[in-house]
T-cell receptor, first 116, second 114 residues
Framework: AQSVTQPDIHITVSEGASLELRCNYS??????LFWYVQSPGQGLQLLLK??????LVQGIKGFEAEFKRSQSSFNLRKPSVHWSDAAEYFC??????????????FGKGTHLIIQP | DTGVSQDPRHKITKRGQNVTFRCDPI?????LYWYRQTLGQGPEFLTY????????KSRLLSDRFSAERPKGSFSTLEIQRTEQGDSAMYLC????????????FGPGTRLTVL
């Protein structure tokens, strides 16, 4: 069975500073990886996804993530955060593209706080 | 707005009552998923439909939980004899058959069991 670990429950970053959110996964085959963001009162919004190919993927809102098979990681990065980036971020792994029959397995999330 | 709607957005009920939630997916998205999200946790997969067929239901939390998608369009999730531990956000998601598509999530229904 797959699993996802997000080691940081909370992260505080100053506005304009760079950001890296960590995600480690466990899965016996090629993983399909996702980052979602959830703002208060909002649904989950997809930031980016990795299925295959280039291990550095670009997403919306200036986010990118790098798949590192050797480290079983899929860390999310942004060079300069904005106050509007404050939200909950979830890493997820799928057993097949788009989740398939098993749905997605999510990490517990990282709560991002932006300091002015 | 992802185009996935859920109703109601909030539900407060007393322990022991039955509740039903509805999800209206994006039209032509034939795959539909239900998740539960408790406070401080990520969403937890519950069940999955392809059109009207429920292809995965072993993850439903107990036999008090059931889901339907009778015509392959909207879906309902029912919880019978609610317990305080059922208090959570219930999320619906949908996707197409396309390989590169992803799951689009609704805003969720927040259930509070008193």
């Amino acid at each position: 069975a797959q699993s996802v670990t997000q080691p940081d429950i909370h992260i505080t970053v100053s506005e304009g500073a760079s950001l890296e959110l960590r995600c480690n996964y466990s899965y016996g085959a090629t993983p399909y990886l996702f980052w979602y963001v959830q703002s208060p009162g909002q649904g989950l919004q997809l930031l980016l996804k990795y299925f295959s190919g280039d291990t550095l993927v670009q997403g919306i809102k200036g986010f990118e993530a790098e798949f590192k098979r050797s480290q079983s990681s899929f860390n999310l990065r942004k060079p300069s955060v904005h106050w509007s980036d404050a939200a909950e971020y979830f890493c997820a792994v799928g057993a097949s593209r788009g989740g398939g029959a098993d749905g997605l397995t999510f990490g517990k999330g990282t709560h991002l706080i932006i300091q002015p | 707005d992802t185009g996935v709607s859920q109703d109601p957005r909030h539900k407060i009920t007393k322990r022991g009552q039955n509740v039903t939630f509805r999800c209206d997916p994006i039209s032509e998205h034939n795959r539909l998923y239900w998740y539960r999200q408790t406070l401080g946790q990520g969403p937890e997969f519950l069940t999955y439909f392809q059109n009207e067929a429920q292809l995965e239901k072993s993850r439903l939390l107990s036999d008090r939980f059931s889901a339907e998608r009778p015509k392959g369009s909207f879906s309902t999730l029912e919880i019978q004899r609610t317990e305080q531990g059922d208090s959570a956000m219930y999320l619906c998601a949908c996707k197409t058959e396309r390989l590169t598509d992803t799951q689009y999530f609704g805003p969720g229904t927040r259930l509070t069991v008193l």
